[in-house]
């Protein structure tokens, strides 16, 4: 069974930097998708970033020039830099990875607070 472990959320103030990482295990399957999520509270869920297979990448416009993601596929691990921050950057974060044997998996969720 597939399981994606989220890490690297936290409280910054403005202008901060945070990393989060997204680590599938569980496979040997190189997944096809990977990127987060977020949610603030009484808002839609946003798709923040994503990568595919062949490194190709897409942003929310909110977050384009700010954050980067990458990933390292022979680990099944996406990473998120994320750059001046803003507090509407404040919500949880859930990554997935999107398997073809699988279907998408989820992780658990972090916690993402930016301060004034």
């Known amino acids: 069974q597939v399981q994606l472990v989220e890490s690297g959320g936290g409280l910054v103030q403005a202008g901060g930097s945070l990393r989060l990482s997204c680590a599938a295990s569980g496979t040997i399957l190189s997944a096809n998708d990977m990127g987060w999520y977020r949610q603030a509270p009484g808002t839609q869920r946003e798709l923040v970033a994503h990568i595919i297979s062949s490194g190709s990448t897409n942003y929310a416009g909110s977050v384009k020039g700010r954050f980067t993601i990458s990933r390292d596929s022979a680990k099944n691990t996406a990473y998120l830099s994320m750059n001046s921050l803003k507090p509407e950057d404040t919500a949880v974060y859930y990554c997935?990875?999107?398997?073809?044997?699988?279907?998408?998996?989820w992780g658990q969720g972090t916690q993402v607070t930016v301060s004034s």
């Open positions: 997935y990875a999107d398997f073809p044997a699988y279907g998408t998996n």
